[in-house]
Nanobody, 122 residues
């Protein structure tokens, strides 16, 4: 059983920054990629960013490239999503997720957190 707990969500003005954290437990002896999806009301869930176990490889949706940065802690159990230059269209519930490898992250996610709300005001 794997648990993912997101934190850091909230309300921010357009152009501002937030950092999300995702703490993973129950998978301490396995290598896994971590990343983020988001879903706005009335829209399909979309991929945001992901990072490999080593942290050496990352992947970003075109909509967030240059603005968001994904990283993970030295102990590999926490993923961070630094979000800069936030736009109203970034408003969504953000979900942390894991997958066996970065290369299959978008199609083979196996665990999800419960989500954290990000609201960007205009």
């Amino acid at each position: 059983q794997v648990q993912l707990v997101e934190s850091g969500g909230g309300l921010v003005q357009a152009g501002g920054s937030l950092r999300l954290s995702c703490a993973a437990s129950g998978r301490t002896f396995s290598r896994y990629a971590m990343g983020w999806f988001r879903q706005a009301p009335g829209k399909e869930r979309e991929f945001v960013a992901a990072i490999s176990w080593s942290g050496g490889s990352t992947d970003y949706a075109d909509s967030v490239k240059g603005r968001f940065t994904i990283s993970r802690s030295k102990d590999k159990n926490t993923s961070y999503l630094q979000m800069n230059s936030l736009k109203p269209e970034d408003t969504a519930v953000y979900y942390c997720a894991t997958a066996l490898r970065l290369g299959v992250f978008e199609k083979a996610t196996d665990y999800w957190g419960q989500g954290t709300q990000i609201t960007v005001s205009s």
